[in-house]
């Protein structure tokens, strides 16, 4: 008889473990508090719109690829990748930027702000493409259990080139002086929850991935990823139960034994046997709601200590004209980059005057909104742990956006509105479990790094084992799928394939 693995919730990381552990002979049963899987990923229809809930940016193509092909598939049996071009747009107070595709006609684009840059930026996109290839290959597939995964000759010597011990912030002053500039090189680690001068410059990695590796789009929006990723499950005989709400991992002997589930259509308790247990749901809620005290791994104190990455404020918006010259992704750097990002981690207060995301799919994507609509995807990063999430606030930042928004693009969007949902720290909560609200899990900063994030394995329960944006490697749509191999090679390891 098989031995069965139950994987709770079908996020990213869910979906990546559940197909390993598949592949490895396993019998495989995830379950998913939604009505879909996806998680965080899940899609939003209405009034003929369709909006991507959660992740919205394609880097790190080559990621994708390498999860396909670890099952014999390539990207392209499931869906289509589009490069954008630009690649994004930037809106600075005295107007936009564009950020080409074509990575000469970015060294053109620094050279124009600052002579002397683009060289600069060759030399700095060469020690980025080292990062890239050593930490994708080598860092982020540890697991964290020991700093003895580290003794690796490659890692050892090229220690100083990977720059773990100087900030972000250091590392890209060091080749440029203009502010835009700056800011154009320390934005991706907002991706990565913390501040540029608490972030390791290892992570000009993401550099690499946003310059060279390019900013795509997956026709059907990242919702694709989710539909191909569980279509490869089901192929691989997986088998997924929905509107199934996890209230307990009953644990006996240190070994967890049931689940107990409650199915949020019919109320009808449900009880689930496992030889082992992957958990895909939040980590802070498995531990203090899931799990009896005895049996946790980490303190109330431990938890109030973590530095978290930002939580959102969303707003899904569907207007019934198109916008004039805005493009699929465009970000609203038109005030204090430093002044938001204090807001954020130091003060951790609703931000006086925000930056903020906007991606416009139906630029794209004719499937995105109706004939002659646009559809709009609003986010603005905000502290964790926020309170007074009321409506009356949503609304106040709403406002704002819309009016900076229609100030930038020179024409009117308030008028134009004809679908409205806001999404935000109770939602966060209430869909996910999420601790504190956060939107992307903890903060990548060197304290937090590797074996120094919350395990992969409980320390309490044998067979229990947790994948996803809150242990390694880290917060992000890539890493989640390597999260899930992680985890699954650590099963593995431990009880062996079937």
């Not at 993401?206 to 026709?219: F, L, Q, R, S, V």
């Not at 709601?289 to 404020?313: F, G, H, I, N």
């Not at 980059?337 to 630029?363: C, M, N, R």
Request: with cysteine; aromatic share 14%; hydrophobic share 40%.
């Amino acid at each position: 008889m098989r031995k069965k693995v139950v994987v709770i919730g079908s996020g990213f990381a869910g979906l990546s473990a559940a197909s390993f552990m598949a592949k490895a002979g396993w019998q495989v049963e995830v379950l998913e508090k939604h009505a879909t899987p996806g998680g965080r990923a899940r899609q939003l229809h209405a009034n003929g719109f369709v909006f991507d809930m959660g992740p919205s940016w394609y880097w790190m193509p080559d990621v994708f690829e390498r999860y396909f092909n670890r099952f014999g598939k390539k990207v392209s049996d499931y869906y289509k990748l589009t490069r954008l071009d630009p690649s994004y747009r930037i809106y600075w107070p005295d107007g936009p930027m564009d950020i080409p595709s074509d990575y000469k006609s970015v060294v053109s684009l620094f050279e124009s702000l600052e002579p002397g840059s683009g060289k600069r930026l060759d030399t700095f996109m060469e020690e980025a493409a080292y990062k890239y290839k050593v930490g994708i290959n080598k860092l982020v597939f540890k697991p964290g259990q020991s700093y003895t995964e580290f003794l690796d000759k490659e890692l050892i010597a090229g220690l100083f080139r990977l720059d773990v011990f100087q900030s972000m912030k250091a590392h890209v002053a060091k080749y440029f002086q203009h502010p835009k500039l700056r800011e154009l090189m320390e934005f991706p680690v907002l991706f990565l929850g913390a501040l540029p001068e608490k972030t390791p410059a290892l992570y000009s990695l993401m550099n690499y991935a946003d310059i060279k590796g390019g900013t795509w789009y997956p026709e059907g929006g990242m919702f694709s990823i989710v539909h191909a990723m569980y279509k490869l499950a089901l192929e691989l005989g997986v088998t997924f139960h929905c509107n199934e709400n996890v209230e307990e991992i009953m644990v006996n002997d240190r070994t967890a034994k049931r689940i107990k589930c409650s199915n949020t259509s019919t109320g009808e308790i449900h009880f689930w046997d496992a030889d082992v247990v992957i958990a895909g749901a939040d980590y802070h809620h498995v531990e203090t709601q899931l799990l009896d005290k005895t049996y946790r791994s980490y303190s109330d104190e431990y938890w109030e200590k973590r530095v978290m990455a930002p939580s959102c404020l969303l707003y899904y918006v569907g207007l019934n004209k198109k916008l004039e010259g805005i493009q699929h992704h465009s970000l609203f750097f038109d005030t204090s980059f430093e002044v938001h990002g204090k807001e954020i981690y130091s003060s951790k207060q609703w931000p006086t005057d925000p930056l903020f995301y906007v991606s416009a799919t139906s630029v794209t994507d004719k499937e995105a909104a109706p004939e002659g609509c646009e559809n709009l995807f609003i986010l603005i990063p905000v502290a964790t742990g926020l309170t007074h999430d009321t409506e009356a606030l949503r609304e106040h930042y709403f406002q704002m956006v819309i009016q900076r928004m229609e100030k930038h693009l020179q024409q009117s969007i308030s008028d134009s509105i004809i679908y409205k949902k806001s999404f935000a720290h109770s939602d966060f909560i209430s869909e996910y479990n999420s601790f504190k609200g956060n939107a992307y899990g903890l903060a990548n900063t060197l304290l937090q790094t590797a074996v120094l994030k919350p395990a992969c394995r409980s320390k309490k329960v044998n067979n229990l084992f947790y994948t996803g944006q809150l242990t390694v490697p880290g917060p992000g749509v890539p890493p989640s799928l390597i999260s899930g191999e992680v985890v699954a090679g650590q099963v593995i390891q431990h009880f062996g394939t079937c």
